[in-house]
């Protein structure tokens, strides 16, 4: 066993995959986007959750047009196609000074993400097959998201000294561009036979009716359309929530007086404390997302999928708490705990699509997972944003954690009879 994953280590195509997500996930910004959108464009919560809402409904309106698009016409060409819409995106952003400029942003980041989604999955998943690895996914998209990860980890620790080099914080934005311009040039650099297009001509007809084909064909299976529900709820409650720790932090750097260094003004020991957390934070969700696949010696992905959920609950309890207490490193491990459940339990749910998607579907299951991700998004970000702005961050998180473990009674992923998890030392 430990050959084979030696032998996929060393494959050249899994390096691209591992290089991918590496360069995907450098977006300098993130650990200050919220700062960003509350100190230079000046929103609150409220408002911030309307543009995330604009966001996911971009891609929810493209997201299985998109999949269905890659499936039929080219997954590399869609990948090349998502990364022309992210770099406008961030050129927007630069430009940012006002709403609807921010807006513009937004609109080209969903279309990346609605055309970025599920493809490469989709890829991984035909390359394992055609060289006979398939039933090594769990580890294989482990070890590729663990490189995404460290890329988020060290666009983190990069993002600190640009932020506080940089004339203008919307600068930053400008930085992210470069990576992905590489990971454009990196999708093109990918083998043709990766591309599979079934059609050598777009026909809107052909494209309408396989759409609706491959819908109906998706809908009626209940045990994929329960992992569906399930995979998109968690990730879209954590997509909406994840950046919170921004204003969190704020609050309770002002209140607390907290200084790292008492010379440092605190604006700049935020900055510098928010690129520390998200840096930690990616290195050590690299090395869970790396050795989750070690779990399924005892349990099935499915059975830790749902245990995933319930814990998830139980951290935004906690996390109610340490706010209502102002323990600032209380929370900061919280957060900590939230990035390793997200990043332990992603290999997890590809590995139970893979037991359900038939082939020539796979990037649409996964557009479809992506789209109902979007739609909670669209409802739960200025929900989320009015209950902080109304209540407080810490009530939001306690109203969050009760409906988790209330709606997780229901979402129970069943456990396929006949899956067999291999043993790994």
Excluded at 282 to 307: A, G, P, T
Excluded at 392 to 400: C, D, G, H, N, P
């Amino acid at each position: 066993m430990e050959d084979i994953y030696e032998l996929i280590k060393k494959n050249r195509q899994i390096k691209k995959f591992c290089m991918y997500g590496f360069l995907k996930n450098l977006r300098f910004f993130e650990p200050y986007l919220y700062i960003y959108l509350i100190q230079v464009v000046r929103l609150n919560l409220f408002q911030i959750g309307i543009l995330f809402s604009i966001r996911e409904i971009v891609t929810y309106i493209f997201e299985v047009p998109s999949g269905i698009f890659a499936d039929q016409y080219g997954k590399k060409n869609e990948l090349m196609i998502c990364f022309i819409f992210y770099i406008i995106s961030f050129f927007f952003f630069f430009l940012g000074s006002s709403y609807m400029i921010v807006v513009i942003a937004m609109i080209f980041f969903g279309l990346g993400e609605a055309f970025r989604s599920g493809t490469h999955k989709a890829m991984i998943y035909s390359y394992l097959e055609k060289q006979g690895w398939f039933d090594h996914r769990t580890f294989v998209y482990g070890r590729t998201r663990s490189f995404s990860l460290t890329g988020s980890s060290l666009s983190a620790f990069a993002s600190i000294f640009l932020i506080i080099k940089l004339p203008r914080m919307q600068s930053i934005f400008l930085f992210s561009i470069i990576p992905y311009i590489l990971d454009f040039l990196l999708i093109w650099s990918y083998p043709n036979s990766l591309n599979e297009p079934v059609e050598t001509t777009i026909s809107i007809k052909k494209f309408i009716t396989y759409s609706i084909k491959q819908l109906k064909n998706i809908f009626p299976n209940k045990p994929l359309r329960k992992v569906v529900v399930s995979s998109s709820l968690f990730d879209g409650i954590f997509k909406v929530l994840k950046d919170y720790i921004q204003p969190i932090l704020k609050d309770l750097i002002l209140v607390s007086g907290i200084y790292m260094v008492a010379t440092l003004e605190a604006a700049t020991q935020l900055k510098i404390i928010l690129g520390l957390i998200y840096g930690v934070m990616y290195i050590f969700s690299s090395m869970v997302s790396r050795n989750i696949y070690r779990l399924n010696i005892k349990f099935s992905s499915s059975k830790l999928m749902d245990i995933s959920f319930d814990i998830l609950g139980l951290v935004f309890f906690i996390i109610f708490f340490a706010i209502k207490t102002e323990i600032m490193l209380i929370v900061i491990l919280l957060y900590f705990s939230l990035y390793l459940l997200k990043d332990g339990r992603r290999p997890l749910a590809v590995d139970v699509f893979g037991d359900y998607m038939r082939k020539n579907e796979r990037a649409t299951v996964m557009s479809i997972e992506s789209q109902v991700r979007s739609f909670f998004m669209i409802v739960l970000a200025p929900l989320f944003g009015y209950i902080a702005d109304r209540f407080s961050i810490a009530t939001l998180f306690f109203v969050i954690g009760l409906s988790i473990l209330i709606l997780n009674r229901f979402l129970r992923v069943e456990v396929r009879e006949n899956k067999k998890y291999e043993s790994v030392a």
